[in-house]
């Protein structure tokens, strides 16, 4: 099964940065095209950022300018370099493939203070 572990969450100042790290399992991780997704309670997940596997990027319109998406596929890895963060910020973070959606790990918490 293919299974998606976030990390590097945590509690920042506004202005602040963290780099959220996604390891990835079971797929064929250099021909996948993986997002950044983020949740609060009450709202639905919402789109943060992706990477494709020719390494090109898109981000929402919400952190453009401020945040970073890469992959190292040596690694298995995704990354979300996160700066210039504001209250807003705050959520779980996941990752996943694009298209199709794999199951959803249990995402990293990053909380921006005021």
């Known amino acids: 099964q293919v299974q998606f572990v976030e990390s590097g969450g945590g509690l920042v100042q506004a202005g602040g940065s963290l780099r959220l790290s996604c390891v990835a399992s079971?797929?064929?991780?250099?021909?996948?095209?993986i997002g950044w997704y983020r949740q609060t309670p009450g709202n639905e997940r919402e789109y943060v950022a992706s990477?494709?596997?020719?390494?090109?990027?898109n981000y929402a319109d919400s952190v453009k300018g401020r945040f970073t998406i890469s992959r190292d596929n040596a690694k298995n890895t995704v990354y979300l370099q996160m700066n210039s963060l504001k209250p807003e910020d705050t959520a779980v973070y996941y990752c996943?493939?694009?298209?199709?959606?794999?199951?959803w790990g249990r995402g990293t918490q990053v909380t921006v203070s005021s």
């Open positions: 990477i494709r596997s020719d390494s090109s990027t």
């Open positions: 079971g797929l064929v991780f250099r021909f996948a095209d």
């Open positions: 996943n493939r694009r298209r199709p959606y794999d199951i």
